[in-house]
T-cell receptor, first 116, second 111 residues
Framework: DAMVIQNPRYQVTQFGKPVTLSCSQT?????MYWYQQKSSQAPKLLFH???????NEADTPDNFQSRRPNTSFCFLDIRSPGLGDAAMYLC???????????????FGQGTRLTVV | GEDVEQSLFLSVREGDSSVINCTYT??????LYWYKQEPGAGLQLLTY???NMDMKQDQRLTVLLNKKDKHLSLRIADTQTGDSAIYFC???????????WGLGTSLAVNP
């Protein structure tokens, strides 16, 4: 089945130790998003890739970076995780472009990050 | 700026109907979506409605859109315990690339 897969489901990292979260998709969608979701809150968009074009949200801290080596994969790098970065990180994809009318996002199951 | 508001909690009895409400400010949203999130999981698209429609029915789900009042609702008929989750309303921002999210409504279904 075509889907969005995030690995790992649970990640524990040490305070200040770089960590990378992974996302892959078989939907062949041209847009990939990273969201941060804290408990009882709505997902907060960190950034997205439109094809190879990186789009950062104005309030995303510099501590968060992303890479998209190809259409299928996207990575979220947290350079120096702090306690406040503990959250669920959600990857999503969309298909945008000429002739595409709906832009709903398809989500992975998320990676729960714990910082110790 | 764009804003989407939802009531935070709803409790219903199993078998009753649930109605979850949402208001939005961005009248340029062409599609409005309902997502469901179960504990510890990602978000699952439940249904959507195009902005020139006023109602859409999909099995137990009915979406009503009042564009004049910028009000969207999701009705779940015959609510089951498996419907317990957080429901998010979202609309696409003007450039279509991003979704603007409500805070989510936590639905509790009591046996």
């Amino acid at each position: 089945d075509a889907m969005v897969i995030q690995n790992p489901r649970y990640q524990v990292t040490q305070f200040g130790k770089p960590v990378t979260l992974s996302c892959s998709q078989t939907l062949n969608h041209n847009v990939m998003y990273w969201y941060q979701q804290k408990s009882s809150q709505a997902p907060k968009l960190l950034f997205h890739y439109y094809d190879k074009d990186f789009n950062n949200e104005a309030d995303t801290p510099d501590n968060f970076q992303s890479r998209r080596p190809n259409t299928s994969f996207c990575f979220l790098d947290i350079r120096s995780p702090g306690l406040g970065d503990a959250a669920m990180y959600l990857c999503a994809t969309s298909r945008l472009g000429q002739g595409v009318l709906r832009t709903e996002a398809f989500f992975g199951q998320g990676t729960r990050l714990t910082v110790v | 700026g764009e804003d989407v508001e939802q009531s935070l909690f709803l409790s219903v009895r199993e078998g009753d109907s649930s109605v979850i409400n949402c208001t939005y400010t961005d009248s340029s949203s062409t599609y409005l979506y309902w997502y469901k999130q179960e504990p510890g999981a990602g978000l699952q698209l439940l249904t959507y409605i195009f902005s020139n429609m006023d109602m859409k029915q999909d099995q137990r789900l009915t979406v009503l859109l009042n564009k004049k009042d910028k009000h969207l609702s999701l009705r779940i008929a015959d609510t089951q315990t498996g419907d317990s989750a957080i429901y998010f309303c979202a609309g696409n921002a003007g450039n279509n690339r991003k979704l603007i999210w409500g805070l989510g409504t936590s639905l509790a279904v009591n046996p």
